[in-house]
C-alpha cells in the first residue's frame, strides 16, 4: 500500500488521532467501528469498552500504509533530517518589494531562493525574473556562494569553490538547505552552464540521488524531479528545465534511480512522453537503488503501485501513445490500450477511433490528441461537457496545449465557457497558469465568438 501522510507529519499529532480513535471506538461512533474492521488485522476484538491504545495506534498507521505503528514512528524519525518546507524556508516570502530591496547580507539567499522552483504556489516567471536582477546586481555573488553559483550554472565559479573546499558539492546550506545539485537542477533562471556545471559537482562527490521529501511527504523530490519540472501547477508556472534531457541523462548515467515516482507523477499531466522514454531506456519498472527507500525505510509506493498511477492516468485521459509505450516495455498489460468512455476499467473499445458499436457517447476528455478529439465528436462527444467542473478546453489551455486547444475550438468548444469551480474562463486559466500561447489563441478566439459572446477584456 502507498504512503500517505499529511503534510509535515508529526508524531504527538498522530498520537492524538490515536487517542481519538480509541475514545470513538469505546464509544461506539460508526465511522470508527468501520475503520477498525477495515484496516485492524484482526478487526473488533472483544467489547469495545476494551479497545486498546496500541490497537488505534496500529489502526492509524495502517491508514497511512504503514504495516504497524513502530514503522511509522521509524520513518518520521528518519523522515525529519530530510524533510523542507520550501513555503516556510523561502526568504522571498515577504513579497515582491521586500525581496528586491533586501539588504546585501541576505542577497545571496533570496537571488538562490527565488531562481528555484519551490512547489508552492509562488512558483512563476516574476519570481525568476526577480533572482536575475539580483544576479544582475552583484555579479560577485556566484563568488561569494556556491549556492547561487549552482542556481546560476556557473561552472568556473563552482569549481573555485570546490577546489576553495571539497565538501563545497555535497554540503548543504542556502534558503532551503539543499545540496549545490539541487539548486542547480530546480533553478529556472537563465544558466551559464548548467552540464558543465552539474559535471563539476557529480566529479566532487555530489549524489546524482540528491532530495528531500516536500513538507516531509513520503515521495522525494530529487535531482531528477527538478530536472523534469512541471506538475500540478502546469507546465507554465512549474517548467521542465531548458537542459532537461542531456541533465537527466547524466544524472542517470551516474547512477540516478530511473524509478522516480515524484517525476513521474510531476510529468503525467502532460500528454508529451520524451521523460517515459528516456526513464524507460534506463530501467524504469525495474528494481534499480531504491536510495529513498532505504534512507526513509520505508517505500513511498513500491514499483508496481507507481506503474499502476501511471496506466490509470493514462486510461482516464485516454493518453494511449503512453500506454502503448508501457505496454511495449512489458509495463502494462495489452488490455490497458482499451478504454471505456464513462470509467477506467470498462469494457475494451479503443479511443483511438469512433468507439463503433458502442451505445454511449464518448467522453471528449479522453480524447488526448487532435485527431482523437475531431474522431470523439464525429462519435457524438459533447465538446463543451464538464469533468471534474471543467471542459476538456479549460484543462487543454491550462497545459498550454495550443495543438488541442486549437481542435477543440475547430470542433465547436466555446471559448466564453466558465468552469464549474472558480466560474472563469479557459483564457482565464491559461492566464493563471502562464500559459501564454494558449492565452493568445482562446483571447483570438473568445473576439471571434459568436454575436452577443462576451469578449474577454486584457
Keep these: 500500500m ?5 503534510q509535515n507529519p508529526d508524531l504527538e499529532h498522530l498520537r492524538r488521532d490515536a487517542r481519538s480513535l480509541q475514545r470513538a471506538v469505546r464509544s461506539a461512533q460508526p465511522v470508527a467501528l468501520r475503520l477498525v474492521s477495515r484496516l485492524h488485522p484482526e478487526g473488533l476484538r472483544g467489547e469495545t469498552a476494551s479497545f486498546a491504545l496500541s490497537d488505534a495506534q496500529l489502526v492509524v498507521a495502517r491508514r497511512l500504509g504503514f504495516a504497524s505503528w513502530p514503522r511509522l514512528r521509524s ?14 524556508l523561502d ?20 537571488a538562490a531562493a527565488l531562481a528555484c522552483l519551490t512547489y508552492t504556489d509562488r512558483d512563476e516567471p516574476e519570481r525568476w525574473a526577480r533572482a536575475v536582477r539580483l544576479l544582475a546586481d552583484d555579479p560577485d555573488l556566484v563568488n561569494r556562494d556556491v549556492f547561487v553559483a549552482a542556481a546560476a550554472g556557473d561552472a568556473n565559479a563552482l569549481r573555485a569553490h570546490v577546489a576553495a573546499a571539497g565538501v563545497a558539492a555535497t554540503r548543504e546550506g542556502g534558503p532551503f538547505r539543499w545540496p549545490p545539485l539541487l ?13 558543465g556545471s552539474a559535471r563539476v559537482l557529480l566529479d566532487a562527490g555530489a549524489d546524482p540521488d540528491s532530495g528531500y521529501l516536500w513538507q516531509g511527504l513520503p515521495t522525494a523530490f530529487t535531482a531528477l524531479t527538478g530536472v523534469f519540472g512541471e506538475g500540478e501547477q502546469g507546465p507554465g508556472r512549474q517548467p521542465r528545465h531548458p537542459q532537461w534531457r542531456p541533465l537527466a541523462e547524466l544524472l542517470l548515467e551516474r547512477g540516478a534511480d530511473p524509478n522516480d515516482r515524484q517525476a513521474l507523477y510531476n510529468r503525467m499531466f502532460n500528454r508529451d512522453d520524451s ?11 525495474h528494481p534499480a537503488s ?9 517505500p513511498a509506493e513500491t514499483i508496481d503501485e507507481m506503474l499502476a498511477r501511471q496506466v490509470e492516468w ?12 508501457l505496454v511495449a516495455h512489458g509495463l502494462a498489460t495489452q488490455g490497458a490500450l482499451h478504454l471505456a468512455p464513462d470509467d477506467v476499467v470498462g469494457d475494451d473499445i479503443p479511443v483511438t477511433g469512433t468507439w463503433p458499436g458502442d451505445p454511449r457517447v464518448p467522453d471528449i476528455h479522453r480524447a488526448a490528441t487532435p485527431e482523437a478529439v475531431r474522431a470523439a465528436v464525429a462519435a457524438g462527444a459533447r465538446v463543451d461537457s464538464l469533468r471534474n467542473g471543467r471542459t476538456a478546453l479549460h484543462q487543454a489551455a491550462f497545459m498550454d496545449d495550443v495543438e488541442l486547444v486549437t481542435a477543440l475550438l475547430d470542433a465547436g468548444a466555446d471559448p466564453t465557457v466558465v468552469d464549474a469551480m472558480h466560474g472563469t474562463t479557459p483564457y482565464r486559466w491559461a492566464v493563471w497558469a502562464r500559459g501564454e500561447r494558449a492565452a493568445a489563441v482562446l483571447r483570438d478566439a473568445a473576439g471571434r465568438h459568436t454575436p452577443g459572446a462576451p469578449r474577454l477584456e486584457g
Excluded at 91 to 101: I, T
Design 2 to 6: 502507498a504512503l500517505s501522510l499529511p
Design 183 to 195: 539548486y542547480l537542477v530546480y533553478s529556472r533562471v537563465p544558466q551559464v552552464d548548467a552540464i
Design 290 to 298: 531504491e536510495v529513498w527507500a532505504r534512507r526513509t525505510g520505508e
Design 314 to 325: 493514462a486510461r482516464a485521459h485516454g493518453f494511449v501513445d503512453r500506454l502503448a509505450l
Design 75 to 88: 520513518y518520521l524519525t528518519a523522515a525529519a533530517d530530510l524533510s523542507r518546507d520550501p513555503a516556510v
Design 91 to 110: 526568504p522571498a516570502s515577504g513579497g515582491a518589494d521586500r525581496a528586491d530591496g533586501e539588504a546585501t547580507g541576505e542577497s545571496a539567499s533570496l
Design 275 to 285: 521523460h517515459l522514454e528516456l526513464l524507460l531506456e534506463h530501467g524504469l519498472g
